[in-house]
């Protein structure tokens, strides 16, 4: 109906940016539980997943924003 309409060509690559994000803000909420019920180890690695996670995000999500945009 509309000849402006393109096919998604990034769904795999979005749907693995949705899965990381569940993951990023599940680690966002959990982290200052552990530290709140003084479960440090667990707080730490927690952290570390939000690190790994973000740094991921920035590549395969933030840094494609402008251009996605263009699309």
């Known amino acids: 109906d509309d000849p402006s309409f393109v096919k998604n060509s990034g769904f795999r ?3 693995l940016n949705v ?3 569940i993951i ?3 680690s966002l909420v959990a ?3 552990f ?3 003084h479960q440090f180890a667990g707080g730490f690695i927690t952290m570390g997943i939000a690190a ?3 740094l ?3 590549k395969t ?3 494609r924003l402008a251009e996605m945009d263009r699309a």
Do not use: A, Y
């Open 31 to 33: 982290m200052p539980i």
């Open 19 to 21: 899965l990381i994000g």
């Open 61 to 63: 999500w933030w840094d």
């Open 24 to 26: 990023w803000q599940t």
């Open 13 to 15: 690559r979005d749907m």
């Open 52 to 54: 790994i996670c973000t």
């Open 35 to 37: 530290f709140v019920v």
């Open 56 to 58: 991921i995000l920035k």
